[in-house]
């Protein structure tokens, strides 16, 4: 997302934008030139680029959903290579100072900005004191880390009740992905005792490829699996269907299906991959994969029988709708952002509903039925269609004639 952002802005937008960067020497404007010189060896290091028969995290799992020994995989990392990525970056676009971001921006500048971790450090944001005439646009996802602190570290509802101040503190308009978000978004920053912020609900995009027809693994054809996709951390629920392939396994054997996660460790993350890996017979029909490029994951999810989301709470949901995109059928916890944005025929189950997800999946395995894809007549955003709102919303907030930010004093509320 942040990557389509930066390519709008600074490949197809006609406007005038530069980039702000933290520097050692401080927060730092940088030309459009260098920013795409950047963007394009960014790109070509970035492993989400890999066609999938390059993947090998995906020849891995392949392989183990045929049947063969192959030793669990972990990304490849280390502080050597990173430094050597690095490196080349910086071959890439050149060493620059940069200039001063004070002085560079013109009056009344429009400053977006949808990193939002970024937004946990002040610090960052501290230059915005000396310049009051920018309108400083925010993204904030969701506010999870305040709505359920038991999902998540301490540090991390503590991180994010800083975003939430900062941006009641600064924002002259709010980002979000969904009504739902949005709600919950506003609800905490009038806690703060911000006035109401002008705020853009806009769903984010499926990344382009996903647009295009499935594409399903031939090598895996007739391999019964489901997929469930996103950060292993308990917010996900993996716990619930760990105990339901328990269940399947007793009634299957050897017939249980595979499920396949697809996704990086969270908080307590690894308790999770250890209790799937170590839970007897059923752990040879469990496979953990991280680090797949977008063309294998779309591959992934083609050949699914369906994904499974059975979140205890989301801001949005994506994987709900790339599989839908794909055609693939989704069975997602009944949560109001899965309602919000998911194909209409998804199967919604309460996401304690242990029982109700196993009759679900077992419904996927019913041989006298006929096979089981959804309509590819859902539409979700194009990116173009996204930017062209985005745009409406940055115009309104460049129009807005209100006194800019005062910097009142902001209720702290920690999650």
């Given at each position: 997302m942040?990557?389509?952002y930066?390519r709008?802005?600074?490949?197809?937008s006609?406007?005038?934008?530069?980039?702000?960067?933290?520097?050692?020497?401080?927060v730092?404007?940088?030309?459009?030139?260098?920013v795409?010189?950047?963007l394009?060896r960014?790109?070509e290091?970035?492993?989400?680029?890999?066609?999938?028969d390059?993947d090998e995290?995906?020849?891995?799992?392949?392989?183990?959903?045929?049947?063969?020994?192959?030793?669990?995989?972990?990304?490849?990392?280390?502080?050597l290579?990173?430094?050597?990525r690095?490196t080349?970056?910086?071959r890439?676009?050149g060493f620059?100072?940069?200039?001063?971001?004070?002085?560079?921006?013109?009056p009344?500048?429009?400053?977006v900005n949808v990193?939002q971790?970024g937004l946990?450090?002040?610090?960052?944001l501290?230059?915005l004191?000396?310049?009051?005439d920018?309108?400083?646009?925010?993204?904030?996802?969701?506010?999870?880390?305040l709505e359920?602190p038991e999902y998540?570290s301490a540090?991390?509802?503590?991180g994010h009740?800083?975003?939430?101040?900062q941006t009641?503190?600064r924002?002259?308009?709010?980002i979000?992905?969904?009504r739902?978000?949005?709600?919950?978004?506003?609800?905490?920053?009038?806690?703060r005792?911000?006035?109401?912020l002008?705020t853009?609900a806009?769903p984010l995009p499926?990344?382009?490829?996903?647009?295009?027809?499935?594409?399903p693994?031939?090598?895996?054809?007739?391999?019964a699996?489901f997929?469930?996709c996103g950060?292993?951390?308990?917010?996900k629920?993996?716990?619930m269907?760990?105990e339901?392939?328990?269940?399947l396994?007793?009634?299957l054997?050897?017939?249980?299906?595979?499920l396949?996660?697809?996704?990086a460790?969270g908080?307590?993350?690894?308790q999770i991959?250890?209790?799937?890996?170590?839970s007897?017979?059923?752990?040879?029909?469990?496979?953990?994969?991280?680090g797949?490029?977008t063309?294998?994951?779309?591959?992934?999810?083609?050949?699914a029988?369906a994904l499974?989301?059975?979140?205890?709470i989301?801001g949005f949901?994506?994987?709900v709708v790339?599989?839908a995109s794909?055609g693939?059928p989704?069975?997602?916890?009944?949560?109001p952002?899965?309602?919000e944005?998911?194909?209409p025929?998804?199967v919604?189950?309460?996401?304690?509903d242990?029982?109700?997800?196993e009759k679900?999946?077992?419904?996927?395995?019913d041989?006298?039925?006929?096979p089981?894809?959804?309509?590819?007549?859902?539409?979700?955003?194009?990116?173009?269609e996204?930017?062209?709102s985005?745009?409406?919303?940055i115009q309104?907030?460049?129009?807005?004639?209100?006194?800019?930010?005062a910097l009142?004093?902001v209720?702290?509320?920690?999650?």
């Amino acid at each position: 997302m942040e990557l389509a952002y930066a390519r709008h802005f600074f490949q197809d937008s006609r406007e005038e934008c530069c980039a702000l960067l933290p520097t050692a020497w401080g927060v730092r404007a940088f030309p459009r030139e260098r920013v795409l010189r950047g963007l394009t060896r960014l790109e070509e290091l970035w492993s989400e680029n890999k066609r999938h028969d390059e993947d090998e995290a995906w020849r891995h799992l392949k392989l183990r959903l045929q049947g063969q020994a192959v030793p669990l995989r972990r990304p490849p990392g280390s502080s050597l290579a990173l430094a050597q990525r690095m490196t080349s970056l910086l071959r890439a676009t050149g060493f620059e100072w940069g200039d001063s971001v004070v002085d560079a921006l013109k009056p009344g500048t429009v400053y977006v900005n949808v990193g939002q971790i970024g937004l946990a450090f002040p610090l960052l944001l501290r230059w915005l004191d000396r310049r009051p005439d920018i309108r400083p646009i925010f993204m904030l996802h969701d506010v999870i880390p305040l709505e359920t602190p038991e999902y998540v570290s301490a540090t991390a509802a503590k991180g994010h009740s800083a975003m939430v101040d900062q941006t009641a503190r600064r924002a002259a308009g709010v980002i979000v992905t969904t009504r739902t978000a949005q709600a919950a978004v506003q609800a905490e920053l009038g806690r703060r005792g911000a006035h109401a912020l002008p705020t853009l609900a806009l769903p984010l995009p499926v990344p382009t490829l996903f647009r295009e027809s499935p594409d399903p693994e031939p090598a895996l054809a007739g391999i019964a699996y489901f997929v469930v996709c996103g950060a292993i951390e308990p917010r996900k629920n993996h716990a619930m269907l760990l105990e339901v392939w328990k269940r399947l396994h007793r009634k299957l054997g050897p017939s249980t299906p595979h499920l396949v996660v697809a996704g990086a460790s969270g908080w307590q993350g690894q308790q999770i991959r250890d209790g799937m890996q170590r839970s007897g017979a059923v752990s040879a029909h469990i496979h953990i994969v991280s680090g797949l490029s977008t063309p294998a994951l779309k591959r992934l999810i083609s050949g699914a029988l369906a994904l499974l989301m059975p979140s205890f709470i989301e801001g949005f949901g994506l994987p709900v709708v790339e599989a839908a995109s794909l055609g693939t059928p989704v069975v997602a916890s009944d949560i109001p952002a899965h309602r919000e944005v998911a194909h209409p025929a998804t199967v919604f189950v309460d996401p304690i509903d242990g029982p109700g997800w196993e009759k679900a999946i077992l419904r996927f395995l019913d041989d006298d039925a006929a096979p089981i894809r959804l309509s590819r007549e859902f539409s979700p955003y194009t990116w173009g269609e996204y930017f062209a709102s985005l745009s409406s919303f940055i115009q309104t907030i460049e129009r807005d004639d209100r006194p800019q930010r005062a910097l009142p004093s902001v209720k702290k509320t920690v999650g």
